[in-house]
């Protein structure tokens, strides 16, 4: 599935196991971090990470929380350098929030990854997806994470609807590569994939993969 590997998605992201703070991405198929039986699996690499932490749960010292306004973190979960954690923000088990990434007001984390500068800021909701370098949501955006009949997601391609494969998941929301914006309202369906730069306009419902540079009006 050409296309589909860390570094199609996100370029710019080092994807150094050595580097202290980063999870380290597969080299293909990359949404098998998603998946709890994956040997170096988002949740595998995570607890290793915060094992010796109270709660398991590892916040940098630069971090800034806003504990007075109601932020909720459950472990295991991992908040990196610079990152910001804004009032009524609900960091749930398995989010990996790295260097200055932003999950903000009344926003929901859950077993997903927010690679540097990623911004979730109002108002989202952000399940078993990864979110590169730079991406911002916009108000209301929610990634959904799983099909109503609750079977395993398809990958498809966004313009012509074919299948591309199978995801070998029942849970999976989105990837989006690196400086993709997402306007307000947008509703991803899961299993999306997203190359980098590319620009959702406000209140589409996003189905299926989309290259580089796509522009998704409707």
């Known amino acids: 599935m050409q296309g589909l590997n860390w570094r199609d998605l996100f370029p710019n992201f080092p994807n150094n196991p050595n580097i202290e703070g980063d999870p380290h991405l597969p080299e293909n198929a990359i949404w098998n971090i998603l998946n709890p039986d994956y040997e170096n699996s988002l949740k595998n690499q995570l607890m290793e990470l ?7 749960i590892f916040i940098h010292e630069t971090a ?14 991992y908040i990196g350098s610079e990152a910001e954690i804004r009032p009524g923000a609900y960091i749930r088990p398995f ?11 009344c926003s929901e984390i859950k077993h997903s990854i927010l690679l540097p ?3 979730a800021p109002h108002f989202n909701y952000v399940g078993d997806s990864i979110l590169g370098m730079d991406v911002n949501l916009g108000a209301g955006c929610k990634l959904s994470n799983l099909r109503n009949d609750g079977r395993n997601i398809i990958l498809r391609d966004g313009k012509t609807g074919e299948i591309i494969g199978e995801s070998g998941l029942r849970k999976f ?13 947008v509703v991803t369906n899961p299993g999306v994939i997203l190359g980098p730069k590319c620009n959702v306009w406000p209140n589409v419902t996003v189905n299926g993969i989309y290259s580089e540079g796509s522009a998704i009006k409707d």
């Open 50 to 56: 915060v094992k010796d932490e109270e709660n398991q």
């Open 64 to 77: 800034i929380i806003s504990w007075k306004d109601g932020v909720t973190i459950e472990g295991p979960a």
């Open 95 to 105: 989010s990996w929030i790295c260097h200055k990434a932003v999950v903000g007001h």
């Open 117 to 119: 500068g990623a911004k």
């Open 173 to 185: 929301g989105a990837i989006l590569g690196e400086r993709t914006q997402i306007g307000c309202n």
